[in-house]
Nanobody, 125 residues
């Protein structure tokens, strides 16, 4: 599975962005997909993830109420709608996928097998 993240950009605080993660290669429908982010000088952190059926999602505290993840298996694409953006959301956002991920491990980066190249999100105050 190859992943391509896109949709990042520059936005003012309070604004919105929608990121996309497009997959190619093997079947996509059986994979959990997660979004992680890494700000300068900080470790990569979990943002939100969605299971293969789209019915189960898991969000970090920072994402709850503001970010929504969804997927279209027919298009092999996962979307991250980010609203009410804050300057602290500034980071490179990565999408990742894996098959052996259960609900309790959705936030663990080591459980994901495939990673995209990242897309920069910059939020100005």
């Amino acid at each position: 599975v190859q992943l391509q993240a896109s949709g990042g950009g520059f936005v003012q605080a309070g604004g919105s962005l929608r990121l996309s993660c497009a997959a190619s290669g093997r079947t996509f429908s059986g994979y959990t997909v997660g979004w992680f982010r890494q700000a300068p000088g900080k470790e990569r952190e979990f943002v939100v993830a969605i299971k293969w059926n789209g019915e189960t999602t898991y969000s970090s505290d920072s994402a709850k109420g503001r970010f929504t993840i969804s997927r279209d298996n027919a298009k092999k694409t996962v979307y991250l709608q980010m609203n009410s953006l804050k300057p602290e959301d500034t980071a490179v956002y990565y999408c990742a996928s894996g098959r052996r991920i259960i609900s309790s491990t959705m936030s663990r980066s080591d459980m994901y097998d495939y990673w995209g190249q990242g897309t920069q999100v910059t939020v100005s105050s």
